[in-house]
Each structure stands twice: as C-alpha cells, then as structure tokens.
C-alpha cells in the first residue's frame, strides 16, 4: 500500500517558510587524518555519501556513513573527525529555515540530530548532483529547490514532536499564525484518532473558541472539520491504490459505508465509486470531466461552505 501518512511540514502555507542558503555548498572530501572542532552560525545540513566519520554534538556521539545525514544546530559546538581509511565524502549546506522570516523553524520543533534517511536509494542521486553540480562560489534557484528536497527527507525523518505552543510567546506577532499551523499539521499528522482535535487544542495557549475562529479564518475549516477532510485524503489514496470503497471506509474509521459515501462526496465532491473510476481513467491516459491538464477538479478545499451544509457548531 502506498505511504499516506501526512507530513510534518503538510500545515505551513507555502509562503511562509523562509530558507535560506547562507553560503555555497561545501564538497566534503576529508582524508583519513582530517578532523574538526568548531562552531557555526548558522544550521548545516550533513548527507554522508562515502566513507566514515565520527561526531559530538551537545553530548551525543555517533558515526556517519553512507545513506545517514545529521544537522548541527546553529550556535551548537561539533566535533567530528574522520575514521575511514576510504575518502570521507558528502555535502554540507548551511542554511537558516525561518518562518515568517523571524522564528526559526527548528526552534519550534524536536528532531533528532542524526538519521538514516529511509529513501536513500532516491534522495543519493540527488544528494550527488546536489554535490557535483552547485555552484562553489555561488548559490542557484535550481540548487535552492534541490536543498528544499533534501531538507525535507531529513525533517521527515528526524521529527518528534512540535514544541509545546505553551513555550511560545502568545506577544510575537505571528505566533498565533504559528499555532494554527503547528495545529494543522498535528491533525493532519493523526486524522483518525479520536482524541486528536481535543488533544491539540488543550495544547495551544489561546481561548479555543477565538482559536477555533482563527483556525477557520486561516484553513478554511473547523478543526473537526479539517480532521475529517485529512481523513477523505487517507480514503482517497486508499481508493486510488485498489482498495474497494468498504475497506477504505473501515480504515478511515467510518463503520457505515454509505455514511461514508455521503461524506467523502460532501468533502471531495464526487462519490468514492466515482473516484474510482476518474483515477483509473486518468491513470489510462483519459481527461477526466473533459479538463485540458488530465486532472479531475474536486472541491477539496475550495470553500467548502459551499458544498458543506453550515453545521460548524463543532
């Protein structure tokens, strides 16, 4: 079954990630005798491609190899030295990753400091361009997207949990914009538990009923409303994969599949058995409703007050 679980990052609006590459990227190519011991001022990002090396940071000691990237926090004091008779190799990118252009985005959040990234066998040729190909005095538009790409594999694997909202000062500007996307991402995170809207809501440090309000105002939907469209997003891939509309209807949490029906045509605005049909078509190379670029229009998150009948008393 294809991999359906939300992002970590799937709540930040586009816009409001700022990342910045603050230098060129660095082409690790470290002998048996090389060490460092320093600090940056800045994030770097670390893929290990060849080859390997040994680290300290902030106490923790561990080894880099082949497929395993690690991040040292900006103002963090490293100290890494290389233990292979092999070239040590790899890229190193510093970077600052800013939301609204003032709160860094990993001081909103717990990650781990070293991973192995699941998806090596797609992110290494990437992550070899990525080295080979970058500008060494300079950085690129094209180069930008391509961090971005291996920025993200290694947030998605490294993430533990978004800080408490309680830690965030209610006075910054944009922290309340910050709540509802951690909140949003959290949700989206979790779809079908049912204590998920319950739980991120006692964990954001604003009235619920004005979060609630805001929360609408910037997503579009309640946050139970919200919930249960992530949920229709898990049937939709479960749908596209081959699954039959009842199995969908069962792993999304709804016993009744007719119930099911009704609200997956509510909120995609078109029936399960007719997203069925749409896929395949379009996946056989047809222009589902006629539309020019092959893709089916649904109402998705287009303002669904307009395809939801207004029951947002929840």
Request: aromatic share 10%; with cysteine.
């Amino acid at each position: 079954m294809e991999k359906i679980e939300g992002g970590v990052l799937d709540g930040l609006a586009a816009n409001a990630l700022n990342l910045t590459l603050t230098r060129s990227v660095i082409r690790m190519l470290h002998t048996s005798t090389w060490s460092t011991d320093k600090i940056n001022k800045v994030h770097d990002l670390v893929i290990c491609l060849t080859g390997c090396g040994e680290y300290e940071i902030a106490g923790e000691h561990f080894e880099m190899k082949p497929g395993r990237a690690m991040m040292i926090p900006a103002g963090e004091r490293f100290v890494g030295r290389s233990v292979s008779k092999e070239l040590y190799t790899g890229v190193a990118q510093h970077f600052r990753a800013e939301i609204f252009g003032r709160m860094d985005l990993f001081k909103q959040m717990d990650c781990r400091l070293w991973v192995d990234l699941p998806r090596w066998e797609m992110i290494q040729p990437l992550a070899r361009h990525y080295r080979e190909n970058s500008p060494l005095s300079s950085t690129t538009f094209a180069q930008h997207h391509m961090f971005m790409v291996l920025l993200t594999e290694f947030i998605e694997a490294a993430f533990i949990r978004w800080r408490p909202q309680q830690e965030v000062s209610v006075n910054n500007p944009d922290s309340l914009s910050l709540s509802v996307m951690v909140a949003a991402s959290q949700i989206a995170a979790d779809p079908l538990s049912s204590d998920t809207v319950p739980r991120v809501l006692d964990s954001i440090p604003y009235n619920q009923d004005y979060f609630r309000r805001e929360f609408k105002k910037q997503v579009g939907l309640t946050p139970p409303k919200y919930q249960e469209f992530k949920r229709m997003e898990r049937a939709m891939a479960l749908l596209a994969s081959g699954q039959t509309v009842k199995q969908a209807a069962d792993f999304v949490g709804y016993t009744d599949s007719y119930y099911f029906s009704r609200m997956f045509k509510r909120y995609i605005g078109v029936s399960p058995a007719g997203y069925k049909v749409l896929t395949k078509r379009h996946q056989e190379g047809g222009f589902p409703r006629g539309e020019e670029d092959g893709m089916a229009v649904f109402p998705l998150l287009r303002p669904i007050e307009d395809t939801i009948q207004h029951s947002d008393a929840d």
